[in-house]
């Protein structure tokens, strides 16, 4: 029995709504518990309710959108519990997927490591944070097991979320790339041991910046949230 090959079909309009939410809430333009209009977002994307109202209800799922009875629709509100628990789960992953890498070809993920890296000279606007992310998805694209990769994938979105509301003055921030060129140091000599022990030490030692970021922010600019809204669904 012969199946034909399907074209690649558009995305549905809760698709895109999801897509445009989604990442309107991981860049940090919209605010950690800020209330969520469906006739406002739908009036932003030029929808109706309905494919809003769906994407939410995915969203909610994924645990970026958080339902109050009687009360309305918000972005979630991580405590500081759970971003203490989202960093003990990014050590355990992170590592295991850093030493599955490493035994795999550690080479290849030094090569990948070192392109993530910020240029020389360092970064502006923000991009420190962008190197940042690329810098640790590596690290899970390289191990090379489907189960990591999914399990990361569990707390992928928040982690960007709270990383897209790190100060750029954070010390911590500015330090990040020397951690990280060091860590692919360590990787490109082979030594498994001090790799992982490295980057364990490194995702603790954002623990507290990501807890500030989690307990306020710097707002955006008034159009942001309309412009990332926009953005997703302008090739539609």
Same mark, same amino acid.
């Given at each position: 029995?012969s +199946?034909?090959?399907?074209?690649e079909r558009?995305?549905s309009l ?5 897509? $445009? +939410?989604r990442?309107?809430i991981?860049?940090?333009?919209l605010?950690f518990? &800020?209330?969520l $209009?469906e006739n406002?977002? #739908?009036g932003q994307?030029g929808?109706s309710? !309905?494919?809003v %109202? ?11 959108v958080?339902v109050q009875p009687?009360?309305? /629709?918000?972005v979630?509100?991580p /405590?500081v519990e759970q971003? %203490?628990? +989202?960093?003990?789960? %990014?050590?355990i992953?992170?590592s $295991?997927?850093l030493? =599955? @890498?490493?035994? #795999?070809d $550690?080479?290849?993920? @030094?090569?990948?490591? @070192?392109?993530a890296?910020?240029?020389?000279g360092? *970064?502006q ?5 962008d190197h940042d992310?690329a810098?640790?998805?590596a690290?899970?694209?390289?191990c ?11 707390v992928?979105d928040?982690i960007?979320a709270?990383?897209a509301r790190? &100060?750029v003055a954070?010390? *911590?921030v500015?330090s990040c790339?020397? !951690?990280?060129?060091h860590?692919m140091e =360590? ?6 041991k001090?790799?992982? *022990?490295?980057?364990? *030490?490194h995702i603790?030692? !954002?623990e507290h910046s990501? +807890? ?6 710097t707002?955006?600019p008034?159009?942001a949230?309309?412009? @990332? =809204?926009?953005?997703?669904i302008?090739?539609r």
């Amino acid at each position: 029995m012969s +199946i034909e090959k399907l074209g690649e079909r558009p995305k549905s309009l809760t698709a895109i709504a999801k897509e $445009s +939410i989604r990442r309107a809430i991981v860049d940090g333009h919209l605010a950690f518990g &800020s209330q969520l $209009s469906e006739n406002v977002l #739908a009036g932003q994307l030029g929808v109706s309710k !309905t494919p809003v %109202r769906e994407a939410l209800v995915q969203l909610k799922l994924e645990g970026l959108v958080e339902v109050q009875p009687q009360s309305g /629709t918000y972005v979630f509100q991580p /405590t500081v519990e759970q971003v %203490r628990e +989202i960093c003990r789960f %990014r050590e355990i992953v992170e590592s $295991s997927a850093l030493e =599955l @890498a490493m035994k #795999a070809d $550690s080479a290849a993920l @030094a090569d990948a490591l @070192a392109q993530a890296l910020a240029p020389a000279g360092g *970064t502006q606007d923000g991009r420190a944070r962008d190197h940042d992310a690329a810098f640790h998805g590596a690290i899970v694209a390289a191990c090379g097991n489907g189960y990591v990769q999914q399990a990361y994938q569990l707390v992928a979105d928040k982690i960007h979320a709270l990383r897209a509301r790190l &100060s750029v003055a954070d010390e *911590t921030v500015d330090s990040c790339q020397d !951690t990280h060129a060091h860590i692919m140091e =360590l990787v490109r000599e082979g030594n498994v041991k001090k790799a992982c *022990t490295e980057l364990r *030490t490194h995702i603790r030692s !954002t623990e507290h910046s990501y +807890i500030r970021a989690s307990l306020g922010q710097t707002p955006a600019p008034a159009d942001a949230p309309q412009a @990332a =809204l926009h953005h997703a669904i302008a090739g539609r």
